[in-house]
């Protein structure tokens, strides 16, 4: 058996006492729409990255792993069926796709493949996603046709194992959606928002960025003490202002506590971020309630995850990271 036969057919998980390897996890990818992924990312390849870069991601991947030994890196690889050679021309590869180059690769065989699935998390998204569908209520029957193994060919799978795990996964879906309407009712969506009531919170502001703190001091006292609104201090700076409406828990760490304690109309800043410095005026603040149609979607989500998460806690066994 080759490795990487050898790392397609060990566990990945056990749900209520069955075995799902790691090829079943690739069928969930395909479930999920993963896989195509998978394969457009290893076809387009990707060469010419700088050396830097490539070390650069290499040690980010290693620490996000806690893989802080070449010890501890080889046999993570080795107990994934990968060498260091295919690892590093994953990571070549990804730094230049996320440069935007990419190299024109030939068809991927199957390690490439494996990798790619392995290295970019499509697999552990897909194993996240196959152990919610598993410990969702049976269902009936399957509410939609399964997908088709084919595309799992190339890595040597079995391809009626596949079919059948396939088959099964629309069912799970549609019992899935019975249990979000269980658990997500009206009055646990309007919980759950009131909940959320400081993270959730809707802030507009106008941001005027500039390329020196100075500048952006002056502008900060040229609105505070001088009564000028931004956009005049934009037009001397020859700078634009830009509208902007957030949440605070979708604003970055370091914006949310300024807008949380900002009163409509106070100018806040310097600001430092994304290779400027900018000045903020808050111009709203709406709470949040159930009716908005983003938020109930949002807790809605949220119970689904607080039920699932109790389940996979209990009835889901994990082999390994993947």
Not at 38 to 67: I, S, T, Y
Not at 146 to 174: K, N, Y
Request: proline share 6%.
């Amino acid at each position: 058996m080759s490795a990487l036969e050898d790392a397609l057919a060990r566990p990945a998980l056990t749900v209520d006492g069955r075995d799902y390897t790691v090829a079943d996890v690739a069928a969930a990818a395909l479930h999920v729409s993963e896989w195509a992924g998978v394969r457009q990312r290893a076809l387009a390849g990707g060469a010419g990255a700088p050396e830097e870069e490539v070390r650069a991601a290499a040690a980010a991947f290693r620490r996000a792993r806690r893989l802080l030994s070449a010890e501890e890196m080889e046999a993570w690889l080795a107990r994934r069926g990968l060498s260091a050679g295919v690892w590093m021309r994953w990571v070549r590869a990804d730094v230049a796709r996320r440069a935007g180059a990419t190299g024109g690769a030939a068809e991927p065989d199957a390690v490439t493949l494996y990798a790619e699935a392995l290295c970019s998390g499509a697999l552990a998204r897909a194993g996240r996603r196959l152990a919610e569908l598993l410990v969702a209520p049976e269902a009936d029957a399957a509410s939609a046709p399964a997908a088709d193994p084919g595309p799992l060919a190339p890595l040597g799978v079995d391809l009626d194992r596949a079919r059948t795990l396939l088959g099964e996964l629309p069912a799970r879906e549609a019992a899935l959606a019975r249990l979000a309407e269980q658990v997500a009712t009206p009055q646990a969506v309007d919980e759950r928002v009131r909940a959320r009531q400081t993270d959730w919170l809707a802030v507009g502001y106008r941001a005027l960025a500039v390329a020196a703190e100075p500048v952006a001091r002056e502008a900060l006292l040229c609105v505070r003490d001088d009564g000028m609104t931004l956009e005049e201090v934009g037009v001397l700076a020859s700078a634009p202002v830009r509208a902007r409406r957030t949440l605070l828990a979708d604003a970055p760490p370091a914006l949310r506590e300024h807008l949380l304690s900002a009163s409509p109309g106070e100018p806040i800043g310097p600001l430092a971020g994304d290779g400027a410095v900018a000045v903020l005026v808050v111009d709203a603040k709406e709470p949040p309630a159930a009716e908005d149609a983003e938020l109930a979607r949002r807790a809605r989500n949220e119970l689904l995850a607080r039920a699932l998460e109790r389940e996979v806690t209990t009835r889901v066994r994990w082999h390994d990271r993947l």
